[in-house]
């Protein structure tokens, strides 16, 4: 998929991500290459619907907290979409990670540079989705 987007062949990389979001329609990278494929294929109503589907879903996600604190962090269901939050907010995705086991919910915790300022910052993620506390 993202191959295919590389080298302008969109028709195979709309195809490719239409197969990940069949099996598994939460796919917010599938639906953002989606999007730009069929852009450039010139077809606006499926650009707008996986257009729209990409930022709901991250919407989903940025209305879930802060991620300024543990008890505020952004829930998610895969360490893709703490890189996607990230992005997001312009902050690299990778940084320094750290696994906060815990009950009711372990966490992830990245702490990167603000690119545009230099100060640390710190985002935690709920991980419960993906990363289910022991015994359980």
């Not at 999007?35 to 996986?50: P, Q, V």
């Not at 940025?62 to 952004?74: H, N, S």
């Not at 990167?112 to 993906?130: L, R």
């Amino acid at each position: 998929m993202r191959r295919a987007m590389q080298s302008k062949e969109y028709k195979e990389a709309a195809k490719a991500a239409e197969t990940l979001i069949d099996h598994g329609f939460v796919n917010i990278e599938a639906h953002a290459i989606c999007s730009r494929a069929y852009e450039a294929l010139n077809n606006s109503d499926k650009a707008t619907f996986h257009h729209d589907i990409a930022a709901s879903l991250i919407r989903s996600i940025l209305t879930t907290g802060d991620g300024k604190t543990k008890e505020t962090a952004f829930e998610v269901i895969g360490t893709f979409e703490e890189h996607i939050v990230m992005s997001v907010r312009g902050l690299p995705a990778l940084g320094s990670q750290s696994l906060i086991p815990g009950k009711p919910h372990s966490h992830d915790l990245l702490e990167v540079s603000d690119p545009k300022t230099g100060e640390k910052i710190s985002v935690y993620f709920n991980i419960a989705a993906f990363y289910p506390p022991k015994g359980l």
